[in-house]
T-cell receptor, first 114, second 114 residues
Framework: KAGVTQTPRYLIKTRGQQVTLSCSPISGHRSVSWYQQTPGQGLQFLFEYFSETQRNKGNFPGRFSGRQFSNSRSEMNVSTLELGDSALYLC?????????????FGPGTRLLVL | AQSVTQLDSHVSVSEGTPVLLRCNYSSSYSPSLFWYVQHPNKGLQLLLKYTSAATLVKGINGFEAEFKKSETSFHLTKPSAHMSDAAEYFCVVTFSGGYQKVTFGIGTKLQVIP
């Protein structure tokens, strides 16, 4: 099976712009989670989608939003970008997203905000 | 509430010597525990996983980890380090009882000296 894919891999934006990141899960996986990774804060959970519904949410401002489509592909949107949003954004998929289930990670999208 | 503590932010070993990366967890419920590895500019790759079966878990690339409930630990070991093991390692805990809530440790950077 193909792994989790994320596009684009690299992105440069300026403050105030918005950005949309895409994640395609492993075929058959219905749960998609998003994480932000920065040197200072480590890996932080953004949100999880399952069957087109947001099921869990981390502690991020409303500028961070996401959605999931009927084919389980997911997008994450960040509006009004700030310098602090520069990070590696990782997407992970799993079959049901229930406890103990393994998450499989994509390569990430590296976002630089200037 | 659950938490995970990686006791060392950096570990340096010589090639061919044993590796020990330490992880302690706190969880109100029966935890599932994972170790992931992240090479520079890459996503996270699953090394191994514990979900209440055998307490000694063998993973890929010669790594293994032992779940010790009395010590609330899940340390990662490898008998002999290779240069290719240089990476960042994350200990992750999820707890049983419904949808997956994932907590990451801060990561341990492993340096392998030739």
């Amino acid at each position: 099976k193909a792994g989790v894919t994320q596009t684009p891999r690299y992105l440069i934006k300026t403050r105030g712009q918005q950005v949309t990141l895409s994640c395609s899960p492993i075929s058959g996986h219905r749960s998609v989670s998003w994480y932000q990774q920065t040197p200072g804060q480590g890996l932080q959970f953004l949100f999880e989608y399952f069957s087109e519904t947001q099921r869990n949410k981390g502690n991020f401002p409303g500028r961070f939003s996401g959605r999931q489509f009927s084919n389980s592909r997911s997008e994450m949107n960040v509006s009004t970008l700030e310098l602090g949003d520069s990070a590696l954004y990782l997407c992970a998929s799993s079959f049901t997203g229930t406890s103990g289930e393994t998450q499989y990670f994509g390569p990430g999208t590296r976002l630089l905000v200037l | 509430a659950q938490s995970v503590t990686q006791l060392d932010s950096h570990v340096s070993v010589s090639e061919g010597t044993p590796v020990l990366l330490r992880c302690n967890y706190s969880s109100s419920y029966s935890p599932s525990l994972f170790w992931y590895v992240q090479h520079p500019n890459k996503g996270l790759q699953l090394l191994l996983k514990y979900t209440s079966a055998a307490t000694l878990v063998k993973g890929i690339n010669g790594f293994e980890a032992e779940f010790k409930k009395s010590e609330t630990s899940f340390h990662l070991t490898k008998p002999s380090a290779h240069m290719s093991d240089a990476a960042e390692y994350f200990c992750v805990v999820t707890f049983s009882g419904g949808y997956q809530k994932v907590t990451f440790g801060i990561g341990t950077k492993l340096q392998v000296i030739p």
